[in-house]
């Protein structure tokens, strides 16, 4: 009597079922593998079509005559370099206060009602927030400001300040909940006062991650739009550093010149956004690199 | 119970304790806490001086067009006869059409780096994909402009159009169209996918490795534990990462108006130019010369306004309620 030899290879339903399943790993594979070959193919045109429009002209002249070779984008550079440096100092001042707010001083369902506000500003398109400022600042001037009636870094800023606020309350919110309380404890029992351990203690303790979310919030600002269409001049022939002027921007240049039927603009506008890419995707890696430090530092204090 | 002759009121009390802190702390803890309540209601201003004053910049068209504004079809304006109709059904369509692809395809990517990847490979993919997000809409739109649209006009629509041509959306004309509603959609389908997908990657993620055990353990196979425990544990956070990239696809206005055409009337076919709400607003503000079509564009942006704040409301609402079923239900 022999027994028959017990195959271990999977028939009928079992057999079905390891396909089904090898189709479901193969299927999400590929959909991993489009999303990588997506970006990779975005840097690598933005990459091989910039590099070849850029020189030193490229940073230090202003823009050539209409249908000439040559000229370059420094009035750009600079006013981005303005835009974002003004809606840096609006945006981290407010945005951490009012995260301290939350997480430190309010009554947990007042907190809750700024976060859930935060996160519908957050939610707001960003051409809605350029209409807002160009209808503050820009169309109607307010005596008290003062910039009133144009254009200017200082409006362009403030719509960036808008977009960033959001970013960097809520990077802090998330990074002071990290905080732990027993360092809130002994700071209080040694009698250090509430705003002396907020100022010495939390904050000191929580500056690595704010100042990830904020550098995440500068690079999204960096590379936006649509809120300085309206806020923002569109041609700028010369360096200019006064924030009350209206100043060209980088973005603002790319998307100007993509619609433009010269070719000699068309390279300008990929040489602007490889260097728009290349600075929006080298914040925020090292943004990821200090949060995972910081993350990591946190961890081992508790 | 204090001693027999000392009794409870030569005991300070806690109001006397807080009389001895001294006078700078008070003052500081006050200012301190003054200056973050400030700062937190004038976050919260914003957006209600945002909503005034797109609401305030609208109103002389609200009032002139009404709710009629909402399905007249009509953009001219030498004649000032203006109509959302086709800017809405545009923005539905793009938005709609790009969640499609990217809520399926962000899943599986979230599946793939969650349950899937040897870790070697998830933490370099995913923060890959992190990076689509942060490159900026008006670098995206630029090579949807000069890359994707010819690829899409030369390869893609022959070939969907001969295939699926005889359903009239997907009807393909004899010339190469390259800016299209369709390169929109696959445009924004791109910009949606590192949100949605990285959102699903944490829901996966934070699933209960018992859970999945488990379920393993009872024999199932991979596909089937993720499908039978692992999606349907974290349901509502998924449906709630896929409105919130629709949110973000509806309000997208510098990549979609680089790419779609800027073109109403609005053709049944994906494979002609449109246009969508925000889109429209990019690219007439500035040539905008009457009072009438200024208005008109900022109620463009009142009703886009309107359509984000529901779908942002709705993924919170859908968020919370799941929060609440899963603690509730365990």
Request: hydrophobic share 55%; net charge positive; aromatic share 8%.
């Amino acid at each position: 009597m022999s027994e028959p030899a017990l195959s271990l290879k999977a028939t009928g339903r079992s057999r079905r079922r390891l396909l089904t399943n090898r189709g479901a790993e193969v299927g999400a594979s590929a959909a991993a593998a489009i999303a990588v070959a997506a970006l990779l193919v975005l840097i690598w045109s933005v990459g091989s079509r910039g590099v070849s429009a850029l020189n030193w002209d490229f940073f230090t002249k202003g823009p050539a005559v209409f249908g000439e070779a040559g000229g370059g984008v420094a009035p750009a550079l600079v006013g981005s370099l303005l835009l974002v440096a003004i809606a840096t100092a609006l945006a981290l001042p407010f945005g951490v206060l009012a995260a301290i707010y939350v997480s430190e001083f309010a009554h947990p369902r007042f907190g809750r009602q700024v976060r859930l506000w935060l996160d519908v500003l957050n939610g707001f398109p960003s051409i809605v927030i350029g209409i807002f400022v160009f209808a503050l600042c820009v169309k109607v001037s307010l005596p008290v400001v003062g910039w009133g009636r144009h254009q200017s870094a200082i409006a362009g800023g403030s719509a960036l300040a808008i977009i960033m606020l959001p970013l960097v309350a809520r990077a802090t919110m998330e990074v002071l909940t990290l905080v732990p309380n027993e360092l809130r404890e002994a700071s209080y029992a040694l009698g250090v006062s509430k705003w002396q351990t907020v100022l010495r203690v939390v904050l000191p303790t929580s500056l690595g991650g704010i100042l990830t979310g904020t550098t995440l919030a500068i690079a999204r600002a960096a590379g936006e739009t649509a809120p300085l269409l309206f806020t923002c001049a569109i041609a700028g022939q010369i360096v200019d550093w006064n924030p009350s002027h209206s100043v060209q921007s980088i973005p603002l240049m790319i998307f100007q010149n993509s619609e433009s039927p010269d070719p000699n603009l068309h390279a300008q506008a990929w040489a602007g956004a490889f260097v728009l890419i290349v600075f929006v995707l080298v914040t925020s890696l090292t943004a990821r690199f200090l949060l995972d430090r910081s993350r990591r530092k946190l961890g081992l204090q508790r | 119970m204090l001693p027999p002759g000392m009794e409870a009121a030569s005991v300070p009390g806690a109001a006397a304790l807080g009389q001895t802190r001294r006078v700078g702390d008070r003052v500081g803890d006050g200012i301190l806490h003054g200056l973050t309540a400030l700062a937190a209601l004038i976050g919260v201003a914003i957006v209600f001086a945002i909503v005034w004053r797109v609401a305030d910049g609208a109103w002389p068209a609200v009032k002139l067009f009404r709710l009629h504004f909402l399905w007249a079809r009509e953009w001219n304006a030498p004649l000032n006869k203006f109509g959302a109709r086709d800017l809405i059904v545009g923005t539905v369509v793009t938005s709609f059409g790009a969640m499609l692809l990217a809520a399926p395809l962000s899943i599986a990517i979230g599946l793939f780096l969650s349950e899937l990847a040897p870790p070697a490979i998830r933490g370099p993919v995913g923060t890959l994909v992190e990076m689509l997000a942060a490159v900026p809409s008006v670098v995206v739109g630029l090579w949807g402009i000069f890359v994707l649209a010819p690829f899409d006009a030369q390869h893609v629509q022959p070939f969907l159009g001969s295939a699926l041509g005889w359903i009239p959306i997907f009807a393909h004309g004899q010339d190469k169209v390259e800016s299209t509603v369709f390169t929109a959609m696959i445009v924004l389908t791109m910009m949606v996918i590192p949100i949605t997908s990285s959102i699903c990657r944490e829901l996966f993620i934070g699933v209960p490795t018992e859970l999945e055990e488990a379920s393993i353990g009872l024999g199932a196979t991979r596909w089937e534990m993720v499908r039978t425990v692992v999606v349907p544990t974290v349901r509502g956070g998924v449906v709630a990462a896929v409105i919130l990239g629709l949110g973000r696809a509806l309000g997208e206005a510098i990549a979609v108006s680089q790419v779609i055409g800027n073109f109403i009337p609005l053709k049944l076919s994906i494979f002609e130019p449109g246009d969508t709400l925000a889109s429209r607003v990019a690219g007439q503000y500035q040539g905008a010369i009457t009072n009438v079509q200024i208005a008109s564009l900022i109620y463009l942006a009142l009703i886009l306004l309107v359509i984000t704040f529901i779908t942002n409301v709705a993924a919170q609402r859908v968020v919370k309620r799941f929060e609440f079923q899963r603690t509730g239900g365990a």
